[in-house]
């Protein structure tokens, strides 16, 4: 399945790019930080790329500073903010996001007489956001999970793998890493991992991980694993490992664009660490360890109904459900349907919210299995 719907991008510069990737995923790109207590860090959005043009460069740059920081406080806000109370952000009546800036921190900019190109760093009044969300009633959470130490591994047997895994490096350097609620260190793969314990690892075996656990002297390591199969036209992401809330292995596939080679990299790592920071408010927004979803993202479900007009109401509600993505019908009958869809948070936490709407939805012998209450 495509896991890409990929965001108009204006031209090929690099900052419209990435601002692209942040708005389609709502995250906050790059790396690095300006100093902020570990409380306070997910409420900076570092590194954002601005651009604007305008009939003189003073009108330029006030319009990239006002559309700026309305575009990271979106952000910042998906950063927060569980998928499944998504639909209630934009029931939210509109807010001036400057009236909430705590300061900008500029990192490079250039301009011209018409054009202001810039990228900034945004931090936001920690206490007047929660304060907002506390009063408009939507779930968030603010607090940091434990430090994950992310290796990006390039699979390719061509000479150019070389370059290949430095390029994939540079995109997760890329991220906001450090201000993420699942903030990341990465490392690079060390020599004396056996390749046979990342394969193992990215199908899924789980007992792999203790050379990992062994190599990084932490118990919270995951290799993203990336590799082309040009012949699908198609870049495989692997994620697999453990982070803060248990071991998993999530697969997902993106669309390749010949026009663009980049960009699948470049999306596939936001939307890494979008699913990283999805499993933690998952937990955190129902104060309690949860069961980590395992094998591919994509989840298949057995959908049981006892009339067409039952299964009906069962695909309404599936459909209009935050969150849920992709959903697919791969076989429908009188009495039952199968399904695919893809949910970031996991099963666990698809479970819960199908339930507020009448659906039941179990495991029952290693198969999710979905029918009305």
């Known amino acids: 399945m495509d896991s890409t719907s990929k965001p108009s ?8 790019r990435r601002a692209a990737l942040v708005l389609a995923a709502a995250l906050a790109p790059a790396a690095g930080a300006p100093a902020a207590t570990a409380a306070e860090a997910v409420f900076t959005v570092a590194n954002y790329p601005v651009e604007a043009r305008a009939d003189d460069a003073v009108a330029a740059k006030d319009r990239a500073l006002t559309d700026g920081q309305q575009a990271a406080f ?4 998906k950063r927060l903010v569980p998928v499944t109370a998504y639909q209630r952000l934009r029931q ?5 996001a400057g009236d909430l800036v705590d300061g900008v921190k500029v ?3 250039r301009n011209s007489t018409t054009e202001y190109i810039a990228s900034l760093d945004f931090s936001f009044q920690s206490k007047a956001v929660r304060d907002l969300l506390r009063r408009e009633g939507i779930p968030f959470t603010d607090e940091q999970a434990p430090a994950l130490t992310v290796v990006p591994i390039w699979r390719a047997g061509a000479p150019a793998a070389a370059k290949e895994q430095a390029a994939w490096t ?4 890329g991220l906001d890493l450090e201000h993420a609620l699942t903030p990341v260190k990465l490392q690079a793969l060390k020599k004396d991992i056996d390749p046979a314990a990342v394969s193992a690892l990215a199908d899924g075996d789980g007992s792999a991980i203790r050379a990992l656990v062994a190599a990084y002297g932490s118990e919270l390591v ?3 694993i990336a590799e082309r199969d040009m012949a699908a036209k198609r870049l495989n992401v692997t994620l697999t490992g453990r982070d803060a809330v248990g071991a998993f292995t999530l697969k997902r596939a993106y669309r390749l664009d010949a026009a663009d080679p980049g960009y699948a990299s470049e999306f596939a790592a936001v939307v890494a660490l979008g699913i990283l920071e999805g499993r933690w408010k998952a937990i955190k927004s129902r104060g309690g360890a949860a069961a980590a979803p395992s094998g591919d993202i994509d989840l298949r479900i057995a959908v049981e109904f006892r009339g067409m007009s039952e299964w009906q109401d069962i695909s309404r509600k599936l459909q209009a459900l935050a969150g849920v993505e992709e959903l697919e019908v791969a076989g429908l009958s009188a009495r039952g349907a199968r399904v695919t869809l893809r949910f ?3 099963a666990e936490r698809l479970a819960e919210a ?3 709407h009448g659906l039941d939805l179990r495991n029952t012998g290693g198969n999710w299995v979905l029918r009305p209450q």
Do not use: D, T, Y
């Open 9 to 16: 991008l204006r031209g090929g510069a690099q900052g419209r």
């Open 74 to 77: 979106r952000s910042l806000l």
């Open 92 to 96: 939210m009546p509109a807010i001036k």
């Open 107 to 109: 990192r490079s900019e």
């Open 170 to 173: 540079n995109v997760w350097n």
């Open 222 to 224: 995951l290799l993203a």
């Open 344 to 346: 970031a948070e996991g």
């Open 354 to 356: 199908l339930a507020q």
